[in-house]
């Protein structure tokens, strides 16, 4: 089944333009064409259209077994993605854009302490979340690690483990639940040295908050408000970063 996430894809109307800002977010350069390597994943860059829009692409070890389990689960393939792997039905990902590709090796670049070496979570709002449990854990069979309401946050969230990653869900307690589609909101990005990746970032013009204590106990943050598409970005270090 599904091992881990190959790469989050990002489509948006100016990719040369985006290719540059993640260059200098991620303090890399792409591996080939607009694809970054990191150490649990890779970020894809592609056209699209005016709204920068992400979708995932996850990995199984055997591709053709995995697509016959989720057809029988009632996730089918709609077509095929550029890497030759399937994607599948946006009525049953219930808006999100995934595909599935087969599982294969990578070399990524030698980290930086100034600089992401890997991705945290994906953060995905859902107005049913209850539906996110069937679909992450049931359909697709990601390992559901946490399920906590906070009322001080207003908000439920679901933690999957997907390989090195989490695919984290959020649902607003306050909002009634619907058949709405889910999205992709952002992305947390991993850092060795917080101080070091604000510092590096904001000398070259981009806007970042001072680096502050995280919600996770151990963990420092900061975040990227503007100058690469699909922004606010978390940065974060400290605890089993």
């Given at each position: 089944m599904i091992?881990?996430?190959?790469?989050v894809g990002l489509a948006v109307d100016d990719p040369e333009a985006a290719t540059r800002a993640?260059?200098?977010?991620?303090?890399?350069?792409?591996?080939?064409?607009?694809?970054f390597q990191l150490e649990n994943m890779?970020?894809?860059i592609a056209a699209g259209g005016a709204e920068p829009a992400f979708g995932l692409g996850f990995a199984s070890p055997d591709f053709a077994e995995t697509r016959r389990v989720l057809e029988r689960r009632g996730v089918p393939a709609e077509g095929r993605d550029r890497d030759h792997g399937a994607l599948l039905s946006l009525q049953a990902t219930h808006g999100v854009a995934i595909a599935l590709?087969?599982?294969?090796?990578?070399?990524?670049?030698?980290?930086?302490?100034?600089?992401?070496?890997?991705?945290?979570?994906?953060?995905?709002h859902t107005p049913n979340p209850e539906r996110a449990v069937a679909l992450y854990g049931g359909r697709l069979g990601l390992d559901l690690r946490l399920d906590r309401a906070n009322p001080q946050w207003g908000t439920r969230l679901l933690f999957?483990?997907?390989?090195?990653?989490v695919v984290e869900i959020s649902a607003d307690l306050k909002s009634p639940v619907s058949d709405g589609p889910d999205r992709i909101t952002?992305?947390?990005?991993?850092?060795?040295?917080?101080?070091?990746?604000?510092?590096?970032l904001a000398a070259a013009g981009l806007d970042v908050s001072p680096v502050r204590a995280g919600r996770k106990p151990g963990t420092r943050v900061f975040t990227v408000r503007a100058g690469v598409p699909c922004a606010p970005a978390l940065m974060l270090g400290g605890a089993d970063t």
């Open positions: 091992t881990g996430l190959d790469h993640y260059g200098l977010l991620l303090g890399a350069a792409p591996v080939s064409g607009r694809r890779a970020l894809e590709v087969e599982a294969r090796p990578f070399a990524p670049p030698p980290p930086r302490a100034d600089a992401p070496h890997a991705l945290d979570h994906v953060v995905i999957f483990r997907c390989g090195g990653a952002g992305l947390a990005w991993r850092v060795a040295d917080p101080d070091a990746a604000q510092a590096r």
